[in-house]
C-alpha cells in the first residue's frame, strides 16, 4: 500500500488515493480540510526530493505557474512542502487526458481535432504572454472534461527535469513530440511549445505520430532530419488549409514555423471561418497569403508538392549561360592582388558603414511618425495584446491586486491622447483581481462545551474573536453552547468576531448566608442544610470557645450566594492548657481572612486537631500552596479547588491577566487536589500535605 494514503500533508490536505504516476512524481487525490474540497496533489519522487538544487528549481518553477489563471489551463493553488515532501497542490479535473480518449477514438475527425488544437493554442498564448514556456505539449499532459472543453496540464515542470534528463531517459511517449532545438540540446523558446502542438495535431487528424522507432533517440533524430508523410496521404478527408496549417506549426526550421501561439490561432480560426482556405506562407501578410479554394479532388501526390513553408526555395536557379568573346589573358598574379585588395577595402567599407548605421544613423535616416496613445484602461489586457492595431507601440504590463476584473487594464503611462513617437513604449498596469481572503466554515459547536468551542475555534486556519453571553436557561445543561453567530457552516475571516450564547442553567433565587459562628457544629450544619447550602471542611483548633462551638464560617453572614455554595467551617476544640503562654496566639490571629481563597484554614501551630463531639484525635490537617497558570484564551474565569473531591472555599473570579495565582488548601497525608477553571477540570496531582510544595 502506498505511504501516502491516509496521511495528512500540513495538518491540512487529507491524501485519499493515487491517480496518477509520472516520470518524476505521484498524482493523488486529496480533501483540503480548509476550504473542504477536493483537489489533485503531485507529490515528487523520492529520487528528486534528495536533490536540493531540483527541490529549489521545482518550488520556483512552480510558483510561477501558480501566477497563470486562464480557463484552459489546469490551476495551482498551493507549491509546499512537509518535512521532507515536496508537492503541488493543483485543480482536480474530472475527465481524461487526451492521449486516452484518442486510445478509445483512434482518429479524430478534423472538426473535432480544430476544437482541441485551438483551446491548446490558447492555453500556450496565455503562458508565453507571461514568459512561461510548457516544453513537454503531449496528450498525456492535455485532460478532455465532460463538457469537451481542454484544460493543459504541467506547466514549467518540464524546465526542471531538463536539466536531469537526458533522451535515454526520457518516456519514449514524451519523445515522439519534442522540437528538433530540444533534440540537439538548443535553447528553446515558445516556438519549442508550437512544433509539439503541431504534432500532437498531426496525430490526432491521422492517428498515429509523425515519427515512430525502436529507441528515443532514433525517435529524436527523425524529428531533426525525417520528413514526415503528409496527414492527407494518410487521411484524404483532412482539408488542406488544416493540414498546412499542422505542418507549418511543425516545421522543423525555427524561422519557417509559426513565430507565436498568437500566428497559429489566427490562421486557426481563418479555417474555422472557412474550411475551404488553402495559405500560402510565402507571403507577408495572412489577408495575402490566403484564397478560397473550392472543394477539388487531387491525388495526395499533387498535394504534397504545394509549399507548406514561409520561405521560397533555398536553392536558387541556375543563371543563365552566356557566350562572351576570349579576352586577352591577364598576368595571374597581378590579378589576383588586384581582386583580393577590392574584396578587401568593400568589406571593410561595408563594415564602417554598417557601425555607423546601427550606431548613428538609423535614427537620423529612418522618419518616424507621431502615433497619438490610444484610451487603454478598462480594456482588458488580453483584447490588447491581440489587437495589431496597437503594433506601433511597445506594450509592458505590470500586473498589481485590484478590485477590478482579472486582465482589466487600471492605469497606462504614457496617458491616453496624449502624443509619441511610434514605437514608444507604452506602460500598462493590469490588474490580477483582488486578494483572495482565505475563509473557513463556522463549525457545528451548539450542544457542546465552552471549553471545547473555544478549543475548536482557537485552532481554525483564521483567527477568530470569541465573545460569550450567559443566559439562564431551563433546558440546555449549565456551560453548553445554546447557539452561535455565525451559524455552523457559514464562513469565517480571519478577525470576525464569532459570539457564543452559553447556558448558565437554570435560573436560580440566591440565598443569604445565615449567622453560623457561635452555633454548635450540629446546629451550624443542620442551618445550612436548611438554606440549601453545602458544607465544605470541617476543622477543629484551638478557641477560647467552648468546644464544639463554630468561630469562623468562609463567607460571611448576609452574602447573597447561589444555593449549592460551599461553606467551611473552623470549630473550638477549646482552650489549650498545655501550650506554654509564650507560644499562645491571640484567637483573632487563628483566623484567616479572606485573601485565602476562601481555604477557610490557618492553624496557629500548623498541627492539632480533634473531635469536638468525643472527644477522639483525628488525623492532624496542614497546609500546602500550589501555583496554578491560568488559561490564556478568556479574559476572567472561575476557580474551584477541590481536596479528594471536596470543595474548598467559595469558587472565586479572577483576571487571567495575572498569568498565575497561589492557592492555599488544607489536608492530611497523601490527598489529590484539583483545580477547575469555569467547572472544568484544568489540573489535578496527589499531594502529600506537610512536606511542603
Known amino acids: 500500500m502506498d505511504n501516502y494514503i491516509g496521511k495528512m500533508l500540513d495538518n491540512r490536505y487529507e491524501i485519499l488515493e493515487v491517480i496518477g504516476i509520472g516520470g518524476m512524481a505521484v498524482v493523488y487525490k486529496a480533501l483540503c480540510h480548509r476550504l473542504n474540497r477536493l483537489v489533485a496533489i503531485k507529490i515528487l519522487k523520492d529520487e528528486f526530493s534528495q536533490d536540493a538544487e531540483f527541490r529549489r528549481r521545482f518550488h520556483a518553477e512552480s510558483q510561477a505557474v501558480a501566477m497563470l489563471s486562464h480557463p484552459n489551463i489546469v490551476s495551482v493553488y498551493d507549491v509546499s512542502h512537509s518535512g521532507d515532501t515536496d508537492y503541488i497542490v493543483m485543480e482536480l479535473i474530472d475527465g481524461i487526458t487526451l492521449k486516452q480518449y484518442m486510445e478509445q477514438k483512434g482518429q479524430l475527425n478534423w472538426r473535432e481535432s480544430l476544437h482541441f488544437a485551438t483551446q491548446i493554442a490558447k492555453a500556450l498564448e496565455h503562458a508565453h504572454s507571461r514568459g512561461i514556456i ?164 487531387a491525388e495526395p501526390r499533387q498535394m504534397a508538392d504545394r509549399s507548406t513553408t514561409r520561405n521560397p526555395p533555398t536553392r536558387p536557379p541556375e543563371p543563365r549561360r552566356t557566350e562572351r568573346a576570349p579576352e586577352p589573358p591577364a598576368p595571374k598574379g597581378n590579378r589576383v592582388a588586384v581582386i583580393a585588395g577590392v574584396v578587401c577595402i568593400l568589406l571593410a567599407a561595408v563594415g564602417i558603414f554598417a557601425f555607423l548605421y546601427n550606431t548613428f544613423l538609423r535614427d537620423l535616416l529612418t522618419p518616424t511618425e507621431d502615433v497619438t496613445v490610444p484610451q487603454f484602461v478598462d480594456q482588458t489586457y488580453d483584447s490588447v495584446m491581440n489587437n495589431t492595431a496597437y503594433d506601433n507601440l511597445t506594450l509592458e504590463a505590470t500586473w498589481v491586486t485590484d478590485d477590478a476584473a482579472y486582465g482589466t487594464i487600471i492605469g497606462q503611462s504614457p496617458a491616453a491622447y496624449s502624443t509619441v513617437k511610434e514605437g514608444a513604449t507604452v506602460e500598462l498596469t493590469v490588474s490580477s483581481g483582488p486578494e483572495v481572503q482565505e475563509t473557513v466554515a463556522m463549525p457545528s459547536l451548539v450542544g457542546q462545551t465552552l471549553s471545547y468551542a473555544e478549543t475548536s475555534l482557537g485552532n481554525l486556519s483564521v483567527y477568530v474573536s470569541i465573545q460569550v453571553e450567559r443566559v439562564d436557561d431551563d433546558t440546555v445543561p449549565e456551560d453548553q453552547i445554546i447557539s452561535t453567530d455565525p451559524v455552523a457552516g457559514q464562513a469565517l475571516q480571519e478577525g470576525q468576531a464569532v459570539i457564543l450564547t452559553v447556558s448558565n442553567g437554570p435560573a436560580v433565587e440566591p440565598v443569604q448566608v445565615p449567622e453560623l459562628v457561635g452555633l454548635n457544629i450540629d446546629d451550624a450544619l443542620a442551618r445550612l442544610d436548611e438554606m440549601g447550602l453545602d458544607s465544605g471542611s470541617v476543622s477543629y483548633q484551638t478557641n477560647e470557645l467552648p468546644e464544639g462551638t463554630v468561630f469562623f464560617q468562609s463567607i460571611d453572614q448576609g452574602t447573597e450566594v447561589n444555593p449549592g455554595t460551599v461553606i467551611n467551617l473552623l470549630v473550638s476544640r477549646g482552650p489549650d492548657e498545655e501550650v506554654p ?17 476562601g481555604s477557610g484554614e490557618t492553624t496557629g501551630d500548623g498541627s492539632s486537631s480533634g473531635d469536638g463531639d468525643t472527644g477522639e484525635t483525628t488525623p492532624t490537617e496542614t497546609m500546602a500552596t500550589i501555583d496554578v497558570l491560568l488559561p490564556t484564551d478568556r479574559e476572567t474565569t472561575v476557580v474551584t479547588v477541590t481536596v479528594d473531591g471536596v470543595p474548598q472555599g467559595e469558587p472565586m473570579e479572577v483576571s487571567t491577566s495575572l498569568g498565575s495565582i497561589q492557592l492555599q488548601v488544607w489536608g492530611t497525608g497523601s490527598q489529590t487536589v484539583a483545580v477547575y477553571f469555569d467547572s472544568v477540570e484544568a489540573w489535578s496531582d496527589l499531594i502529600t500535605f506537610g512536606e511542603g510544595r
Open 134 to 297: 510548457h516544453r513537454d505539449i503531449k496528450p498525456h499532459n492535455i485532460m478532455i472534461l465532460k463538457d469537451g472543453s481542454v484544460k493543459v496540464a504541467d506547466f514549467g515542470i518540464a524546465r526542471i527535469t531538463s536539466a536531469q534528463s537526458t533522451l535515454t531517459r526520457e518516456a519514449l511517449g514524451s519523445v515522439h513530440y519534442i522540437s528538433p532545438e530540444q533534440a540537439r540540446g538548443s535553447r528553446v523558446d515558445k516556438r519549442t511549445d508550437i512544433y509539439s502542438l503541431g504534432v500532437v495535431m498531426y496525430e490526432m487528424l491521422t492517428g498515429r505520430p509523425p515519427f515512430d522507432g525502436d529507441s528515443p533517440v532514433a525517435v529524436a533524430i527523425q524529428h531533426i532530419n525525417g520528413t514526415p508523410v503528409l496527414p492527407r496521404e494518410l487521411n484524404p478527408n483532412i482539408p488542406k488549409g488544416l493540414e498546412q496549417i499542422t505542418m507549418h506549426a511543425m516545421t522543423a526550421a525555427l524561422d519557417q514555423r509559426y513565430e507565436s501561439a498568437t500566428d497559429l490561432l489566427a490562421d486557426l480560426e481563418e479555417f474555422r471561418k472557412n474550411p475551404n482556405v488553402v495559405f500560402d506562407f510565402t507571403a507577408p501578410s495572412l489577408s495575402d497569403r490566403t484564397q478560397v479554394m473550392e472543394p477539388v479532388r
Open 581 to 597: 503562654p509564650d507560644e499562645e496566639q491571640p484567637p483573632e490571629e487563628q483566623q484567616p481572612d479572606d485573601s485565602d481563597q
